[in-house]
């Protein structure tokens, strides 16, 4: 990912707070000439048993991630292959109307992470424990951060039956490149009218963009 200086993560901290508060990732991968390439929006966590200290660029953290095995892209992967999971974080259109001058150009504020690395099946044969495992993380981790503490233990028996059509993966991180375009390349002024517009809105994104640019240094 193309990424200017303006727009470079302030930490690596802010790329994994990206990653861990919005999970629905795209994984990307070539596939084969005549098939590929595959993309597939998937539910992706780090890992909770690694991932204890963040490199600056992510490398060698770990994250887990399932699909559907009838998937036409959970049959193309090999394990060991170099795939893509890109996230996606607050964004919001920001209108020349909020600048206040002219000329001026409309442009998007946006906040992504692009993670490389190699992706490993977890395909043993049959219903598998680490499937399992898996499954019971992805549920910790979105119960805890987005849910109600839902307790799945009367569900164990029900995640056994469906986990032959779960495809669950490790991916290993080789590095990753954030993009926080949030008006840094602006005057302070316009960067506050931009704050302000996107503070008062009513959307959600808007309001959680507005609060990274609180954050830049």
């Known amino acids: 990912m193309f990424v200017p200086p303006p727009y470079r993560e302030p930490s690596g901290s802010w790329m994994v707070d990206l990653i861990r508060n919005n999970p629905l990732a795209l994984l990307v991968h070539n596939g084969s000439p005549l098939a590929g390439p595959f993309a597939t929006h998937l539910p992706v966590i780090p890992d909770p048993d690694a991932n204890r200290e963040w490199a600056?660029?992510?490398?060698g953290a770990t994250l887990l991630g399932h699909m559907n095995r009838s998937n036409p892209h959970w049959k193309a992967i090999q394990s060991g292959e170099v795939a893509l999971l890109t996230f996606t974080g607050p964004h919001g259109y920001v209108s020349p109307t909020v600048y206040g001058k002219t000329p001026a150009a409309p442009t998007w504020n946006f906040t992504s992470v692009h993670v490389r690395g190699t992706i490993q099946k977890i395909d043993s044969p049959g219903p598998s424990e680490d499937t399992l495992d898996v499954v019971k993380s992805t549920v910790r981790a979105f119960e805890a951060d987005f849910g109600a503490d839902w307790d799945m233990t009367e569900?164990?028996?029900?995640?056994?039956q469906i986990l032959p059509e779960v495809g669950a993966f490790r991916f290993t991180v080789s590095g990753a490149d954030?993009?926080?375009?949030?008006?840094?390349?602006?005057a302070p002024e316009i960067r506050d009218r931009v704050y302000r517009s996107f503070s008062e809105r009513d959307c959600a994104r808007h309001r959680a963009a507005a609060s990274l640019m609180a954050s830049l240094p």
């Open 178 to 186: 954030g993009m926080f375009k949030l008006s840094q390349e602006q």
């Open 56 to 59: 600056p660029d992510l490398a």
């Open 155 to 160: 569900s164990i028996s029900y995640f056994r």
